[in-house]
């Protein structure tokens, strides 16, 4: 908990220690948790502007392409093209913008907000929408770039300048010095391993580390939130030390309050705050499928090179790691179809801490070493099809490659949100995964196929012995059984599929629209006010 210290001196005395990271542990964290949807803030941001730009709509200033980013223009801030003056239409929604009222404790947000990560392109879609939706001043809200380098330099130039304008350093610039005393509430966006302990002494000129930063302690007493997620059933001892000297911890879903508060992070400050997808860019009816087999790279990884034009065809978008279940969907997958049905498996990948030269030879390994498969099932030849590629795809091609597919499959072992999952419904496929961790948010029964669970084992990560931030944790062991029955299900009951597909995209709509998720942030903003007051900030 923030200090409650009464002497004033106390107060604005911050000696907190820093943090000893060493450089080899911040870079396999950054890592790490750029997932093969570390493209999804350049897809969250460039894609409609780009679009527009396409479209002949160049003209706009950066600052409207900016506003404008994937959401429409309803009741959104505009920005005039020659003077770039900011007017607001009316704010139709039954939640009072914290824009008109203005916030007694600013909102002090460091993330990795120009990096190619997860965490950076979650921070980076709750701050536009924030803003977009008129929800905060400019002036209650700093950023700070924290737990990454920045290293998005692809990031369109009207997202840069955005984050610029309202980055601390510029906010010091052009507020008055009464704006700039209040005491923040800070949110650290990223892994635990980044946040401030006092327990620790230094720390080297690693990037983003630590949070809060010396310049933030600066400002004397600070309430601090952190924002993070994990994809097991529960948290090491050192993550835990450093989640529970914060005010308060949000977290995507249920699971995690759960699965936080097994490990001993007290539940009454857990908070649940989701993730958005923009359905715009994810919409079905206004593109054109595209398959892998269309894709420099591809490669046949096993049956027959030549073969015909499938019948059908599961898509599966994954970092090949152990914790993504890949034997268990290579199994499944050659146990259940044959050959001459003309079913397809096509995965996109990228490797986990290792060079892969040859994916067709990297998948047969994986065959033969993890998939026991019945002597009559291993000619390579006379498998159904498997393609694969790890080749660079632009963001604007993975929505079709989504249409593309007939369904989508991953029997995962735990995530902590399922964005490429999300993707999938929003384009309205059938999804495939494992009914169990942050999945269980937005897959269900009604939206999609869950897998079901065999039972909880212990986390056994691959990668380099000194990752190991799963140990003493337990995953999901999805059932082979249940998984080939769902695949056959979708194949054999395509009506079915489609049903599930259209509900699982109104579902996204009803409850992760940007705007849907902003107002949940929003009001979360208000009360974290609240509770820094209550708790003598």
């Not at 499928?289 to 049956?303: C, F, H």
């Amino acid at each position: 908990m923030a200090s409650r210290r009464s002497s004033r001196s106390d107060r604005r005395s911050c000696s907190i220690p820093y943090v000893i990271i060493s450089i080899s542990v911040v870079i396999l964290l950054m890592v790490y948790f750029s997932e093969t949807r570390t493209r999804s803030l350049k897809r969250m941001v460039q894609k409609p502007i780009l679009h527009n730009l396409r479209n002949g709509h160049g003209g706009l200033s950066l600052n409207h392409l900016a506003l404008s980013m994937s959401l429409g223009d309803k009741n959104l801030r505009q920005i005039d093209s020659e003077s770039g003056n900011i007017t607001v239409q009316p704010y139709a929604t039954t939640t009072t913008p914290s824009a008109a009222l203005g916030l007694k404790y600013p909102i002090w947000w460091a993330a990795p907000f120009s990096s190619t990560s997860g965490y950076g392109a979650e921070a980076v879609s709750y701050i536009t929408g924030l803003w977009m939706y008129d929800l905060i001043r400019e002036e209650d809200l700093w950023l700070t770039q924290s737990g990454g380098a920045a290293n998005a330099l692809n990031m369109p130039d009207q997202v840069s300048n955005l984050l610029y304008k309202l980055n601390y350093r510029q906010q010091k610039k052009v507020l008055s010095r009464q704006a700039l005393k209040r005491c923040p509430v800070i949110v650290c966006h990223s892994f635990p391993d980044f946040w401030l302990t006092p327990s620790e002494s230094k720390y080297p000129e690693a990037p983003g580390s630590p949070c809060p930063t010396p310049e933030m302690l600066k400002m004397g007493k600070v309430y601090k939130v952190g924002r993070t997620m994990f994809e097991t059933d529960g948290l090491q001892d050192h993550l835990v030390n450093h989640i529970k000297q914060f005010d308060e911890v949000w977290v995507p879903t249920e699971f995690n309050r759960d699965t936080f508060s097994s490990a001993g992070i007290s539940k009454d400050k857990i908070y649940v705050l989701p993730e958005s997808i923009n359905l715009d860019d994810f919409d079905p009816n206004r593109l054109q499928p595209l398959r892998i087999s269309g894709l420099k790279g591809t490669q046949v990884a096993v049956g027959n090179e030549g073969g015909e034009e499938p019948n059908f065809v599961f898509l599966s978008v994954f970092k090949w790691e152990g914790r993504k279940g890949w034997e268990l969907l290579l199994k499944a997958f050659l146990e259940e179809f044959k050959a001459s049905e003309k079913v397809e498996l096509h995965i996109v990948t990228h490797p986990f801490m290792e060079r892969v030269y040859s994916w067709k030879d990297k998948v047969r390994e994986g065959i033969q070493k993890r998939c026991n498969l019945d002597p009559g099932l291993q000619d390579f030849d006379k498998m159904p099809r498997i393609l694969i590629t790890s080749s660079f795809i632009p963001d604007d091609t993975f929505p079709k490659l989504y249409k593309g597919a007939d369904a989508w499959v991953l029997p995962t072992r735990g995530e902590g949100w399922g964005r490429p999952q999300m993707e999938a419904m929003a384009m309205e496929l059938p999804v495939i995964s494992t009914n169990w961790s942050g999945l269980t948010a937005f897959l269900n029964e009604q939206t999609g196929y869950p897998i079901a669970v065999d039972k909880l084992v212990e986390a056994k990560p691959d990668g380099p012995s000194f990752f190991a931030y799963f140990t003493g944790t337990k995953w999901a062991e999805p059932s082979v059984t249940h998984l080939r029955k769902l695949m056959r299900q979708v194949v054999d009951n395509r009506a079915e599929g489609k049903a599930k597909g259209k509900a699982a995209r109104q579902y996204l709509k009803d409850h992760f629209s940007p705007e849907a998720v902003a107002k949940t942030l929003h009001k979360l903003i208000l009360d974290v006010q609240d509770r820094a007051a209550a708790n003598g900030l």
